[in-house]
């Protein structure tokens, strides 16, 4: 339990959900956690639980100046940035015709626009360690292939696996190191009204375990040296598409 000794990591989103078990999962690796995120009760009561180790910021990922005042909070708590996982997100089911752009423009915001923001105020940080750095930036299976009645998440989510990419290649000199993450349907409050149909004819037929993704993230931060730019699915093998009975062949 010591992969990620004394790594400061900055989670956006880290209040509750997925975000809530990396925080956990990280602290048990030994890293040093702040928890960015606009549910301050959730956070701090989270921070609270786990001691010395994690901090919360109240961090709306939305805006620069909340980026620029949770960063000096971090450096002031544990130094310099080793790892930032931008996870914060919101879902929105809605047909297109009823989306407005308000609506649109929102979800774009703090899934999309808010991770390019975060990158680029938190690279000062990680480049000040001299031991390069991580970037895992949380998209979905929706940025693997397209969903009817949520446009602006699936392109926000799109848009996620491009901006990895793009960062990936700039940042490769710097040693910087960044990831996509794509889960499909996992238990959290973001899924409460998912129901089984949209999963159970998955190659594996259920919702996918908060600690699974924080596996996968323990990895990428840890172990994951010879990866950058590239997506990591974990979706219980939803993109390859339904599974279909095929009868064994009787000899
Ligand atoms: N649950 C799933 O099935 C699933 C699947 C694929 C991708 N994802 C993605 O995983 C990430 C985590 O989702 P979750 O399922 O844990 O959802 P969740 O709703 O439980 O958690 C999302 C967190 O983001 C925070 N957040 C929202 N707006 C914010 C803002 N402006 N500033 C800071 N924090 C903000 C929320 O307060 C919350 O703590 C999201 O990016 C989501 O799109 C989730």
Redesign the pocket.
């Known amino acids: 339990m010591d992969r990620l000794t004394d790594f400061v990591v900055l989670v956006?989103?880290?209040?509750?959900?997925?975000?809530a078990s990396h925080v956990r999962g990280l602290v048990a690796e030994g890293a040093k956690v702040v928890i960015?995120?606009?549910?301050d009760d959730?956070g701090r009561a989270l921070a609270d639980e786990l001691g010395k180790p994690a901090l919360f910021v109240h961090?709306?990922?939305?805006d620069e100046q909340s980026w620029k005042d949770a960063i000096a909070a971090t450096e002031e708590a544990f130094g310099p940035v080793d790892a930032l996982i931008n996870?914060?997100?919101?879902?929105q089911f809605k047909p297109w015709l009823k989306t407005t752009t308000a609506e649109w423009r929102r979800v774009l915001d703090?899934?999309l626009t808010?991770q390019f923001i975060g990158i680029r105020e938190i690279l000062p940080s990680m480049l000040k360690t001299g031991r390069g750095g991580v970037v895992v930036n949380?998209?979905?299976?929706?940025g693997l292939q397209g969903f009817a009645a949520e446009p602006a998440y699936v392109a926000s989510?799109w848009g996620v696996r491009g901006l990895t990419k793009a960062a990936a290649l700039e940042f490769a000199q710097q040693g910087i190191r960044v990831v996509s993450v794509?889960?499909?349907?996992?238990e959290?409050?973001?899924?409460t009204e998912?129901t089984e149909e949209s999963y159970v004819a998955q190659p594996i037929p259920r919702k996918?375990r908060t600690a699974e993704v924080t596996a996968l993230m323990i990895y990428l931060l840890a172990d994951a040296t010879y990866s950058t730019g590239s997506e990591f699915v974990i979706d219980g093998g939803a993109v390859l598409g339904p599974v279909v009975p095929v009868p064994l062949e009787e000899d």
Do not use: E, F, Q
């Not at 959290?188 to 899924?191: K, N």
């Open positions: 956006t989103g880290g209040a509750r959900g997925m975000g960015g995120d606009v549910l959730d961090l709306d990922v939305t996870n914060a997100g919101v879902v703090i899934n808010a949380v998209s979905s299976t929706a989510k794509h889960p499909g349907v996992v959290t409050p973001m899924t998912v996918g």
